[in-house]
């Protein structure tokens, strides 16, 4: 019953630093996105994946870079942290890209920017 | 650009009442709508998706509702319990293909 896993839960950076949060799903689906929590923001998407090798912008790209591993994982990467990019960040999947299809969502990784 | 509003940002009932969250959104040409649930420090639970050919869904307790011309959603909870507190929060797939989410209603419900 694993479903969306993220790894870490939490993160402590420094302003500078990089990092990779990883993400997998053992749903089978083709979609995966990323997305950021950020309060009285709401949910804004990131990058999302509609199928292995494919990769696209969402509403909130700059600063971050995704790789599209293979059709279970799909990574965000954060070059040169700033304290901006302190936020809640969501995986999810789901089993084709929009239309018709729900998204399922990992609990997350909390990350704060020093 | 689908814009996704919903109203009140927060509401406290007593348990046992009904109620209904509120969801509207700007692009009539919507391809589906979600609720999802979010408990504090968790990620988001999918509870009902309706397809833009569909009125209204069903799961429980919970009954969603999608009315294109008008660009509103409802989320109608029955018999509301203390674990029903939670964010909800609703969503639109458009012609981007891509969820635009609403900022949620936190709920609270009082034994």
């Known amino acids: 019953n694993a479903g969306v896993t993220q790894t870490p839960k939490f993160q402590v950076l420094k302003t500078g630093q990089s990092m990779t949060l990883q993400c997998a799903q053992d749903?089978?689906?083709?979609?995966m996105y990323w997305y950021r929590q950020d309060p009285g923001m709401g949910l804004r998407l990131i990058y999302y994946?509609?199928?292995?090798?494919?990769?696209d912008k969402g509403e909130v790209p700059n600063g971050y870079n995704v790789s599209r591993l293979n059709k279970r994982e799909f990574s965000l990467r954060l070059e040169s942290a700033a304290p901006s990019q302190t936020s809640v960040y969501f995986c999810a999947s789901s089993e084709a890209g929009g239309q018709g299809q729900p998204q399922h969502f990992g609990d997350g990784t909390r990350l704060s920017i020093l | 650009k689908q814009e996704v509003t919903q109203i009140p940002a927060a509401l406290s009932v007593p348990e046992g009442e009904n109620l209904v969250l509120n969801c509207s959104f700007t692009d009539s040409a919507i391809y589906n709508l979600q609720w999802f649930r979010q408990d504090p420090g968790k990620g988001l639970t999918s509870l009902l998706l309706?397809?833009?050919?569909?009125r209204e869904q069903t799961s429980g307790r919970l009954n969603a509702s999608l009315d294109k011309s008008s660009g509103r959603s409802t989320l109608y909870i029955a018999a509301s319990q203390p674990g029903d507190s939670a964010t909800y929060l609703c969503a639109g797939v458009g012609g981007s293909e891509k969820l635009v989410f609403g900022k949620g209603t936190k709920l609270t419900v009082n034994p």
């Open positions: 749903m089978n689906h083709n979609s």
């Open positions: 309706i397809q833009s050919s569909q």
């Open positions: 994946s509609a199928s292995e090798g494919t990769t």
